[in-house]
């Protein structure tokens, strides 16, 4: 009579938590029993015990019940995970191909341009399919660590508190989710170079192709600012504003990270450049051209990040006064 | 059509959620086991599905509104509920709240509010 039984709770014991799943199905199977007594007597036909189980309803709707309501990345998290998907979805794509046509031009092997752009467009999906795993994994990280986010905030929440208009600590989600979302993608491409030893546009680690050897030190440095900056930049999301601190961590993480791009990017690809097309050297200052983008970059990082210090610290001195 | 009809009954499954809570927390004031306490409500008019029952149980005895106790005496074991001292107490602001919540849904309702 029971094996009908025993394949059912069998079937719910499968969806639900492991620890409690041996009370479930204790609790099931005397529930089951109770019903089968009630409406057919101590010896049920498989027909009826079929009709029992018809009415509990199916194993996994039943495990499910009994799970309650379960997120990979719960309501709170889910805008900002779909602004950095819906920023880095066609961004990395085009990034690749791009990547890949321009290293194409560099390289000093000549290169077959069908497969060139076959091999480019494996290379996007590959890449695209990587970028939307791992920054689901960052916010299904983000989900399970810590406190919950969002619970409290009603209690939490002061309108007289609400942040000005102009406010210097707001956060611009959209601004936000691109830095996240080409964080992801630089920070995964670090991770390969440094896996293959240096700069490469094929993305497959049996065969990486023409590999541009770069400083081991940089790529690790570089790795490190772009981690930093990918949880700063979430903390800052998560927590609605930025402060004089995060924002100065974001702010050397930055100048820090385009002295890394220029040990790991312009300077080894200027020396591959000026070998592949020695006339170019030739006929251009090209040896100075690292240098000075760097220091542009580290200029304008400073500019731009600065005149945001200044009125965060103006802010809390207001704030403080 | 459809569209509608799926959205009353997911209307209708919401409105019974809170509903359901209160009339279980009412009439554990006895011990009662799942399928009794099925047809006690049946038999007062609210008929819930086994697999809407028997997970809320569960979840209110983890949120410390139920009690329970496995009773070995019996040809098998039967697992027995009954409301706890935090789910008396809850009870009686839930049945506050209902109270409070039908007059002025009856007022709605009938129009009283309506201009």
């Given at each position: 009579m029971s094996e009908l039984i025993d394949r059912y709770i069998h079937q719910v014991g499968l969806y639900v938590r492991p620890r409690e799943r041996?009370?479930?199905?204790?609790?099931?199977?005397?529930?089951?029993?109770?019903?089968?007594?009630?409406?057919?007597?101590?010896?049920?036909?498989?027909?009826?015990?079929?009709?029992?189980?018809?009415?509990?309803?199916?194993?996994?709707?039943?495990?499910?019940?009994?799970?309650?309501?379960?997120?990979?990345?719960?309501?709170?998290?889910?805008?900002?995970?779909?602004?950095?998907?819906r920023i880095g979805l066609p961004l990395?794509?085009?990034?690749?191909?791009?990547?890949?046509?321009?290293?194409?031009?560099?390289?000093?092997v000549g290169s077959n341009w069908a497969a060139l752009l076959l091999g480019s467009i494996v290379t996007a999906?590959?890449?695209?399919?990587?970028?939307?795993a791992i920054v689901v994994l960052i916010f299904a990280i983000l989900e399970r660590s810590g406190e919950p986010f969002g619970e409290g905030t009603k209690a939490a929440f002061n309108p007289l508190e609400l942040p000005a208009v102009d406010d210097p600590a707001a956060v611009d989600r959209l601004e936000s989710g691109i830095g996240l979302a080409i964080g992801t993608l630089i920070g995964v491409a670090i991770l390969y170079f440094l896996q293959v030893g240096g700069l490469t546009l094929r993305f497959n680690l049996a065969d990486p192709g023409d590999v541009l050897p770069v400083p081991t030190e940089w790529l690790v440095?570089?790795?490190?600012?772009?981690?930093?900056?990918i949880f700063v930049n979430l903390w800052a999301l998560i927590h609605r504003r930025w402060t004089l601190e995060t924002w100065l961590l974001e702010t050397v993480l930055n100048v820090v990270g385009a002295v890394g791009f220029y040990f790991v990017l312009l300077r080894p690809v200027l020396e591959r450049l000026t070998q592949t097309v020695p006339a170019l050297s030739e006929r251009l200052p090209l040896d100075q051209l690292p240098s000075l983008i760097t220091l542009v970059m580290v200029v304008l990082i400073t500019l731009g990040s600065g005149s945001r210090l200044i009125r965060l610290w103006q802010h809390r001195q207001g704030a403080n006064a | 059509m459809v569209d509608g009809v799926d959205t009353l009954?997911?209307?209708?499954?919401?409105?019974?959620?809170?509903?359901?809570?209160?009339?279980?927390?009412?009439?554990?004031?006895?011990?009662?086991?799942?399928?009794?306490?099925?047809?006690?409500?049946?038999?007062?008019?609210?008929?819930?599905?086994?697999?809407?029952?028997?997970?809320?149980?569960?979840?209110?005895?983890k949120q410390g509104l139920l009690q329970s106790e496995w009773d070995t005496t019996e040809s098998r074991p039967r697992k027995y509920y009954r409301i706890s001292p935090t789910g008396q107490a809850v009870l009686t602001a839930l049945r506050a709240e209902w109270e409070e919540t039908v007059a002025v849904m009856r007022g709605i309702l009938e129009g009283e509010h309506h201009e």
């Open positions: 041996t009370e479930i199905e204790a609790e099931l199977r005397s529930q089951i029993q109770d019903q089968l007594e009630d409406r057919y007597g101590s010896s049920p036909t498989q027909t009826e015990i079929a009709a029992v189980l018809k009415q509990f309803g199916d194993p996994r709707s039943m495990a499910a019940s009994y799970s309650g309501e379960q997120y990979l990345v719960g309501p709170t998290l889910y805008p900002f995970l779909m602004t950095v998907l990395v794509p085009a990034v690749i191909v791009l990547a890949t046509l321009v290293g194409a031009v560099l390289s000093p999906v590959q890449g695209t399919l990587l970028f939307l440095v570089l790795l490190l600012t772009t981690l930093g900056s | 009954e997911q209307l209708r499954l919401e409105l019974r959620r809170g509903i359901v809570v209160l009339a279980v927390l009412s009439l554990l004031d006895s011990a009662s086991y799942g399928y009794n306490l099925i047809q006690r409500l049946a038999a007062l008019g609210l008929n819930i599905e086994e697999g809407s029952l028997y997970p809320l149980l569960r979840r209110l005895e």
